[in-house]
């Protein structure tokens, strides 16, 4: 970590009689540079310059363009930013642990050094997103998930065990303790960091990459850090620096409060629908202003969390008093408060209210103008106002209920192995759907459906718009006091009145860490949330990554028998289509004391402001605004039920995991014992046959069409996700491995097997292949079978074994969603060369380099449509092996039967260029760890 330090700015920090190294910031000074008026994200960065120098990839040069940086200008310069740590969950991490191993062994085969592979950057993983809602509204509902999850996960778990062994600086938080993001804000993150270097004690700014997308949620406590996918994470563990270019910084000036009954979640979804319309894709966002002073951390935390929904790399706040006060409620060390105020101030970093950066672009918000809301029914973005939830719902019905023929075929075939077999008693087996009976319209013109249903000895009916989910879960919402304890106090009234969840709906509680537990315990709440059917589920993601578990059997059959439009509503941050459960097409984000409301109201199809909630012990009707907590109510229980003490106690041994983690038998070694018979973890190909140098880059020839897709293709539809049916390329290779059905588990508990990984790459049940028309989810036409529909994978397999690359045509948004690896990695072994798109979200555009495929983008306003693609036609592209002289072309020629275009190269920096020279980000690692 030794600096050349061309601007003197090592220097001396008291604090309470401890010295600190440190960096000064206004140590760089000279014409045109401002560092002063910086935004604090840009001091935050220009700090990791300084501190990094080395004359070779970090110069002066680039410490000066950081300092003179123009906020008016396009981004074009490239910096390399070292974050001081990496954060991990289960699901991208298991990855990231498996590369590294195959990685020791393949520095042993170059002749290499294996014990190099070690994380160089301290990295830090949390499972949190194994647990599934198999069970719930039950006292027993949260021990038997876990002892679900184990057994469902024990080679992984096993793995992960071995994996906290052999590698240094490698921590793992086990299963049953938070979601990652809550145990970063609560436990892991330091806001400011300390390492011994050269015998002394350096304090930095805590930073960070995440392998999740949410990594952003740590903005919200003044540590810039982003979720990057998990190559590039591996590369940072290695010590490579993550490339960047110097971005546009977006400032967001808050002023006001919030007013009576709108909520953190009701600013976030107004703050998401704002900065999606203004354009944030790739940009940096920074809160000032008054109004920051006044919003409690938890709400920065909410708001930072949703980042990628605005599309912007992240979302931060500047550390002040508020801070301060967090990291002393969530018990860090009195030295450690004391450091953070010192240093922030000492720098610069510390928030002045009144004071105005220099930014690229601005908004503003009065917080006093935010409503009640929802966003739905399928993306973040789409905000709707409480008041018009109703009409807005009876608006978008329409588009899930008169769908043409194929899409309904398309829906039956998905739901009909919707979850592997379970011995909860509220599993659901997927049994086919029988032919649908016509919608007929009724109230006004609404499609109707109703369906009779028995529950539990009682007769319901079904219609379109039942709430069959109700979900408090992911720490977007439930890290926040205020919405929790409002959700609980909201139960606790409703209890009192005699209100009871209707019985169609599942309802699960799954908090971000253990304190919540503590202080609904403390606060006398847990009971009325219980008997709501708001049991703990669990201490992980759940619903929010479609970890929701079956639906009640006989709802899952009326859906399935009368094809009904039912909902979810869930606290959580994505609403994707197919991403929550497969008999469930409109999915709504809300806040915990809404999702408490609509599992009482049992329909979408209600005006939460006029409609009663139901009837109370004496027959009258009772409405949301009865029960409906205020502020101050909220305040005093926050004030009166939480203590720094829960912290301390839940987070005090937090590595060591209960007795079942603890007595998981552990292999030991520098370099794993790979099962052959295993089908969680398996050695992966990306190291076989790789020469000790790159061989010189080529053009593509040949090459065919493997899907056409449209605009806003997530990584939801790329990645392997979810269930995993019975007839699918990877159920099918799970069969003849021995696995049987009531063990397939899910794609994101395996994703550390290849094999499964690959075959379930483009399988979403709701991804549309325009090559392939009339059809759903992974299939397309094989051309080396005369066009055939076949398969994804089984088309890929052939095209590999002719020798043909492959290309997949988007449209706009390519990618965006979370971080996932395995849509880079999966669409890299299926035998896909180059991606053309109009547009790209940044993470995936980077994960596809980071995997060794071309990222090219239509010229502006061409399309594959304009240019009458229709994705039949042989391609070629000239001009990639201008690569290999070291520079990036700006365009390649490419040529589509008759059809020619010049394709914009998205390779973006000069350090994309070489990891695509490489064949990727591990090769890249890789060689010049063996060079020393």
Known sequence: MASKDSFGARSTLDVGG???????????????????????????????????????????????????????????????????????????????????????????????????INPLAPAEMVIDHSV???????????????????????????????????????????????????????????????RESDGATLA???????????????????????????????????????????????????????????????????????????????????????????????????????????????????????????????????????????????QGLWHDPAAEPRYSERLELDLSTVVPSLAGPKRPQDRVSLSEAKDAFRGALADYVEGDEQEEQGYDEAVAESFPASDSPSHAEGNGAPARPSAAP?????????????????????????????????????SNPSVMIGAALLA??????????????????????????????????????????????????????????????????????????????????????????PDVKMNYLASPPLVVAYALA???????????????????????????????????VIASAITSEMFTSDYSDVFAGD????SLPTPEGDTFAWDEDSTYVRKPPYFDGMPDEPEPVTDIEGARVLLKLGDSVTTDHISPAGAIK?????????????????????????????????????????????LAPGTEGGLTRDFTAGGEVTTVFEASENYLAAGTPLVVLAGKEYGSGSSRDWAAKGTALLGVKAVIAESYERIHRSNLIGMGVLPLQFPEGESAESLGLTGEEEFSFTGVTALNDGTTPRTVKVKAGDVEFDAVVRIDTPGEANYYRNGGIMPFVLRNLRRG
């Open 18 to 116: 401890t010295g600190y190294e440190i960096y000064r910031l206004d140590a760089v000074s000279g014409e045109g540079l401002d560092v002063a008026t910086l935004p604090y994200s840009l001091k935050v960065l220009l700090e990791n310059l300084l501190r990094t120098e080395d004359g070779a990839d970090i110069t002066a040069d680039d410490i000066r363009a950081l300092a003179g940086w123009d906020a008016d200008a396009q981004p074009d310069k490239e910096i390399q930013f070292t974050p001081a740590r990496v954060i991990m969950q289960d699901f991208t991490g298991v990855p990231c642990v498996v590369d590294l191993a195959t990685m020791r062994e393949a520095m042993a085969e170059l002749g290499g050094d294996p014990s190099r």
């Open 132 to 194: 599934i809602a198999d069970v719930f509204g039950t006292p027993e509902a949260f021990e038997r998930n876990v002892e679900i999850e184990y057994e469902r996960n024990r080679e992984r778990y096993q793995f992960l065990r071995w994996g906290q062994g052999a590698f240094d600086d490698f921590k793992v938080v086990p299963p049953g303790t938070g979601i990652v993001h809550q145990v970063n804000i609560e436990h892991l993150a330091r806001v400011v960091f300390t």
């Open 204 to 346: 930095y700014p805590d930073t960070c990459v995440g392998t999740d997308s949410h990594t952003t949620m740590v903005n919200g406590i003044g540590v810039v850090g982003w979720g990057v996918g998990g190559i590039e994470a591996e590369a940072a563990m290695l010590g490579q620096p993550v490339s960047m270019l110097i971005p546009r910084v977006v400032g967001f000036k808050l002023n006001g409060d919030l007013p009576e009954g709108a909520t953190a979640t009701d600013l976030v979804l107004t703050i998401t629908e704002m900065l999606r319309k203004h354009g944030v894709v790739g940009k940096f966002v920074e809160f000032y202003g008054p109004g920051v002073s006044a919003l409690p951390l938890a709400n920065r935390a909410t708001i930072g969390n949703m980042s990628p929904e605005f599309g912007s790399t992240i979302a931060v706040f500047p550390i002040d008093e508020q801070t301060v006060e967090y990291l002393r409620l969530t018990g860090r060390p009195d030295g450690q408060l004391a450091l953070v105020e010192a240093y922030a101030k000492e």
């Open 442 to 478: 009724r109230d006004g013109g609404r499609p109707s459906r109703p369906a009779t249903v028995t529950i539990d000895g009682q007769e319901v009916v079904l219609d379109h718009g039942a709430v069959a989910i109700a979900a408090i879960t992911s720490c977007t919402n439930t």
């Open 492 to 581: 606790k009234k409703a209890v009192e009145k005699g209100l009871q969840r209707k019985p169609w709906v599942k309802t699960t509680l799954a908090p971000g860490s253990k304190v919540v537990s503590d202080y609904y315990e403390k606060a006398g709440l847990t009971p009325y949330l219980d008997k709501l059917g708001f049991n703990l589920v669990g201490y992980g993601c759940t619903t929010c990554i479609g970890n929701s578990g079956p639906l009640i059997p006989e709802v899952s059959q009326a859906v399935q028998d009368n094809d009904l439009a039912v909902v979810s509503v869930l606290s959580g941050n994505r609403n994707f289509e197919g991403r929550i459960n």
């Open 602 to 636: 049992g329909s979408m199809d209600v005006d939460l402001f006029h409609d009663p909630l139901g009837q109370d012990t004496d027959g009258n009707d009772v409405f949301m605004r009865d029960i409906w907590p205020t502020a101050a109510e909220v305040e005093e």
């Open 659 to 662: 007795e079942q983690w603890r």
């Open 726 to 770: 019975k007839d699918s390329p990877a159920g099918r290779y799970l069969a003849e491995h021995g696995v049987e059905q009531r063990d397939f588990n899910s794609y994101g508990s395996r994703r550390g097997n290849h094999e499964v990984m690959i075959r379930g790459t483009f399988a979403n049940i709701r991804l549309r292949n325009q």
